[in-house]
């Protein structure tokens, strides 16, 4: 019983595996049958006006078809003047050729297509057209099954109102996508973007570019190592050495005002008209360039750890706005500045031939990060600060004020003033709870007191020594100061209270700090210390807003990563909560 269960299931066995080993082998004729790569692809001539065919040994059978040739291999169509047909297998094709594949159509002088491959190799006036965009170069290999042409000695791409140049690539119909691997620009109504090389998905309408890259816009200029643009929104990522150039709105013909923000990521949005740059664990540098028709340039900078700029337009006046955020230090000849946050805001007439003079206003928000508590002449607390031509304020608020009836400087709780006195070495003093300072030709020349006023004196005699000092208080105290800055006169007729004093003999002069008491010179921000590194070297090389080209180089480095998402819309900057009262505001 045991012995023919085995021989019965041996034979079985082995029957089943003759039987397998048949069907694989069937299935497997079966699959290569039906494999698109095993099936012999053939040309079909549907029409000529002329035909002569002849064959050898070397070439097969080969067919001259001239006049009207229509031809089809599977779902492909063929038109042009004249065709030579190798084994109904490859064509030479010449005149007027028309190669339609599905949504594509191709159109040249000269075409060598194949029907295995599905390749078709075009030069001369090539045109590919796809849904939505048409390729326009000299010569195209073109491949129907993919729908994926390669371009060379110059490519032109018209897509959804872009135009896409570059001397080599690719372009795929079906997913509208180009890879350009050239010098590259893409132009539509907003601007132009050029760079080294990158890629442009056209139903995302997104471009990613790499080297050298240049946004060229109607009143900005985008600087970057590498760039992701969504043409839709026209918004920006840009990484690696970012520059924004920005014209002022309101600058007349002869004259140019320029915002330059440098740094290493920027958020862009250009209908929005804002940006925002970010520096890593570095500054961002501002550089405001205003040049007047004699062609000076007055330069102002700013350090801070972020800035942001936008614009906008209410009626018939245009407005400015820049804010800069973590440790802000300002440079303008003969003034800096060092806060927080720094808020500046610019209004103007949208009109350029009006002859209103913009506004501007500069809040200063928060204190900096300033000497040690213990330091000589420090307060013991981090306040913002303005320094003008030697002298110094500090309060809790400041903010500065041009363009309007006078130049103003405002300071807001526990103000402090102090000037270093060039003869005697001395600080003279003046503290209260507000202070409102008249500007001339950037030198503080009047300044009022009020809220506590004080003041403390130093008096020199005819040969320069320590004559007295005087220490005053008042409700309220107004200062004149002379065309080097010195304190010289008091202005009584703005006094609202008597005045009460102390005089001090020269040898009896105590060492006063009045209240607020801050006095930091070693503090203040310069040229210098603003502006260093790349950024320096690109104001240098860009003095003006109509720039040479940039040179493209032959290799760029790759593009930081962008996330698949364009930036979603800046949120609107919340105006600085400083409060101005109808006084301050003459």
């Known amino acids: 019983m045991m012995h023919w269960t085995m021989e019965t299931g041996g034979l079985w066995r082995n029957r089943w595996a003759s039987g397998a080993r048949g069907l694989a082998v069937l299935l497997a004729l079966l699959v290569s049958a039906l494999a698109p790569e095993a099936q012999t692809r053939t040309i079909e001539v549907l029409s ?67 029907a295995q491959t599905k390749l078709a190799v075009a030069k001369g006036d090539v045109r590919i057209g796809a849904d939505g965009g048409v390729l326009f170069a000299p010569e195209v290999t073109y491949n129907s099954r993919d729908k994926r042409a390669a371009f060379s000695g110059g490519g032109r791409i018209l897509q959804d109102g872009a135009e896409i140049t570059s001397p080599s690539g690719t372009y795929e119909t079906e997913r509208r996508f180009a890879t350009l691997t050239g010098p590259l620009a893409i132009t539509d109504s907003s601007g132009v973007l050029t760079a080294a090389r990158g890629t442009y998905a056209a139903r995302a309408q997104r471009a990613d570019v790499v080297g050298t890259v240049r946004l ?15 043409r839709r929104t026209e918004r920006a990522r840009a990484f690696g050495q970012v520059v924004l150039d ?17 740094g290493s990521a920027l958020i862009y949005d250009g209908q929005a008209e804002t940006a925002e740059m970010t520096a890593g664990d570095g500054l961002v540098l501002l550089a405001s360039l205003e040049q007047d028709a004699e062609g000076r340039v007055d330069t102002t900078l700013v350090r801070a750890s972020g800035v942001r700029a936008a614009r906008e337009t209410e009626g ?25 946050s720094a808020v ?12 209103t003079p913009p506004r501007d206003r500069l809040d200063l928000i928060g204190g900096y990060a300033g000497p040690a508590p213990e330091a000589a002449g420090a307060s013991g607390d981090e306040r913002p600060t303005v320094w003008l031509r030697g002298s110094q304020l500090t309060a809790d608020s400041l903010w500065i004020v041009s363009g309007a009836l006078r130049d103003s400087v405002f300071a807001r709780t526990r103000a402090f003033a102090g000037k270093l006195d060039s003869t005697l070495g001395r600080v003279q003093q003046l503290a209260g709870g507000r202070m409102l ?85 070693e503090e203040q921000p310069t040229r210098e210390a603003l502006l260093t590194g790349w950024e320096a070297a690109w104001l240098l090389s860009h003095p003006d807003w109509n720039a040479p080209p940039e040179t493209l ?21 919340a105006s600085a909560e400083v409060e101005t009262s109808a006084e301050d505001a003459e």
Do not use: C, N
């Not at 006023?453 to 220490?471: K, N």
């Open 437 to 521: 300072g008249i500007v001339l030709d950037d030198q503080l020349r009047r300044l009022h007191v009020s809220t506590a006023a004080e003041a403390m004196v130093y008096q020199a005699t005819s040969d320069g020594l320590l004559d007295s000092a005087i220490r005053l208080g008042s409700d309220s105290l107004v200062f004149r100061f002379d065309a080097g800055g010195e304190i010289r006169r008091l202005d009584g007729k703005r006094v609202t209270a008597g005045i009460e004093g102390t005089l001090y003999p020269g040898a009896l002069v105590p060492a006063v700090q009045l209240p607020g008491f801050t006095f930091t010179p």
């Open 48 to 114: 000529a006006d002329q035909s002569v065919s002849e064959s050898d040994s070397t070439t097969g059978r080969v067919e001259r078809l001239t006049g009207s040739v229509e031809l089809r291999s599977d779902t492909t169509t063929i038109r042009a003047d004249r065709a030579t047909l190798y084994d109904r297998r490859r064509v030479l094709l010449s005149g007027r050729v028309r190669i339609v594949a599905g949504d594509d159509t191709l159109t040249a002088r000269d075409v060598e297509y194949d």
């Open 316 to 340: 018939e006046t245009r407005t400015e706005r820049l804010v800069a955020r973590g440790g802000a230090r300002l440079w303008r000849e003969g003034l800096g500045a060092a806060a927080d």
């Open 553 to 573: 180089p032959a290799d760029a480095p790759p593009a930081e990563d962008s996330g698949e998402t364009e930036p979603a819309p800046l949120a609107p900057e």
């Open 216 to 230: 060229v816009r109607e009143r900005d200029r985008l600087d970057a190592d590498s760039l992701v643009y969504f």
């Open 246 to 262: 920005r014209l002022g709105g309101e600058a007349p013909e002869d004259s140019l005002r320029r915002f330059v923000l440098f």
């Open 344 to 355: 500046f805001v610019r209004t103007a007439p949208v009109d350029t031939l009006d002859a």
